[in-house]
């Protein structure tokens, strides 16, 4: 089976005075159709690199990134945009709702660009949102909605284009963690419903939630595997102080 997104030794180098930082260092992955993957790392690990390049924001210096078979890096800005909105839904941190809109506005902006008639745009904008348990709100003011019920929104909106990858950057980042929670969820349920899922994160506790973990360290992958597996999730290494001794226990020789 080819992959839906694939990366050949995908390098992504910025230029900063006189050093040359390395997004991504040749890195190498697929992920298939139908899976719930977690891109994982701190910050400075490359994963803002490849959620860029997996979005069609950016192209790769060296090596090559395929989408569905096509080729990213020989796109122009045209083909690129175009991809984007065929190809991909995308659920950020921070909402990006127009608050002047309503819900279903708000759902139909992208379809509005991919040239969708105005009829089906209000179909498929309606659907997306009654998909999310938003139905009753089509009408509905984003300053109306919980940050929940507007993270919510914002997955409806990436759902409407029919999408062949949800990539979702932090998707919890702003929430609490019971509204995170119930995101995670919905985004699980996608996944069972057949969607491709990528998702970016810095939080272990997030990554376990999908099926699949990569790990990058320093622009590069360290694992790729079972997101189950004891080995999936790196902990934080403690440093433990050498004891101090009390005053009385570092007596001179030949004291009293």
Request: hydrophobic share 40%.
């Amino acid at each position: 089976m080819s992959a839906l997104i694939e990366f050949d030794n995908v390098c992504k180098y910025y230029q900063m005075g006189d050093t040359t930082v390395k997004a991504a260092d040749h890195i190498s992955m697929k992920i298939n159709k139908g899976e719930f993957v977690a891109i994982v790392g701190q910050s400075g690990s490359g994963k803002s690199t490849c959620m860029n390049i997996i979005g069609c924001l950016d192209v790769p210096t060296a090596g090559t990134y395929r989408l569905n078979g096509r080729d990213v890096g020989k796109m122009n800005k045209n083909e690129l945009a175009e991809i984007r909105n065929e190809m991909l839904g995308f659920i950020f941190q921070q909402y990006n709702l127009l608050p002047k809109l309503s819900l279903l506005e708000n759902v139909e902006v992208p379809l509005v660009y991919a040239g969708i008639p105005l009829a089906e745009r209000k179909r498929r904008a309606t659907a997306s949102l009654e998909r999310v348990g938003l139905g009753d709100k089509l009408k509905n003011k984003p300053n109306q909605l919980s940050g929940g019920q507007q993270q919510r929104v914002s997955i409806a909106r990436a759902l409407a284009g029919n999408p062949a990858v949800i990539l979702a950057d932090e998707p919890t980042g702003a929430l609490d963690s019971h509204t995170g929670r119930e995101v995670l969820g919905m985004l699980q349920e996608l996944h069972r419903q057949g969607n491709t899922v990528v998702l970016i994160t810095h939080d272990n506790s997030i990554a376990v939630q999908a099926q699949r973990i990569i790990r990058l360290e320093d622009g590069r992958v360290v694992y790729d595997g079972d997101a189950h597996a004891p080995e999936a999730v790196v902990q934080p290494n403690l440093v433990i102080p050498d004891p101090v001794k009390p005053q009385n226990e570092t007596k001179q020789e030949g004291s009293v």
